[in-house]
């Protein structure tokens, strides 16, 4: 039983003093990653449905599609549309497509599947919902797809905005 001054190793070393006590984490759990201009952005872990490095062959581009799609990709036997989403929130640096892998975040509401193409993946961290702010600074391309944001004072001035995955996945956008 944890805790319990018996408990030893296979060795007979006393390991309790050892175990330490683990620690809920607060809040909810995030996905950060950042776009070609270095913006950081983040989606809740409830909103992915996978998160993969894709080569860039297979990817497969369709011929008169918006200018904000990649092309499509299988993802096990369903063929799912793949976004630029820095070009998606009006970005004025394109993705670079001439790399070995491509990081994509294939985001789900009900049946609906969409892949974000993005510049580099952060790390899974759990964020605090009660400390995010009202977005400050937001273009009005990305004004309808920030929820909020977290401004982070650790070394300097940090910006970590909440995306609306929903809002990305019903915009009109998508239609020219």
């Known amino acids: 039983m944890v805790g319990n001054p018996e408990l030893v190793t296979g060795n007979g070393q006393e390991i309790s003093s050892e175990i330490q006590t ?3 984490p607060e809040g ?3 996905l950060r990653f950042n776009l070609p201009s270095h913006d950081e952005f983040a989606l809740p872990a409830t909103a992915i449905r996978e998160v993969m490095q894709q080569t860039p062959d297979r990817i497969t581009r369709i011929p008169n599609a918006s200018p904000l799609l990649l092309g499509t990709l299988n993802l096990r036997g369903q063929i799912i549309w793949v ?13 670079k497509t001439d790399r070995s892998e491509i990081p994509v975040i294939a985001i789900e509401e009900q049946e609906t599947i969409l892949g974000l193409a993005i510049h ?4 899974m961290e759990w964020l605090d ?3 995010l702010q009202m977005p400050s600074n937001v273009s009005d391309n990305i004004a ?3 929820q909020g944001e977290w ?3 650790q070394h300097s001035k940090q910006v970590l905005r909440l995306l609306d995955h929903i809002a990305i996945l019903r915009s ?3 239609a020219t």
């Open 120 to 123: 580099q993946l952060g790390d």
């Open 151 to 153: 401004v982070f004072t």
């Open 83 to 95: 976004a630029d989403l820095g070009q998606f929130l009006g970005d004025s640096t394109p993705l």
């Open 172 to 174: 009109a956008r998508w």
């Open 28 to 30: 909810e759990l995030h």
């Open 129 to 131: 919902i009660e400390q």
């Open 22 to 24: 683990l620690q809920t």
């Open 144 to 146: 309808p797809y920030v």
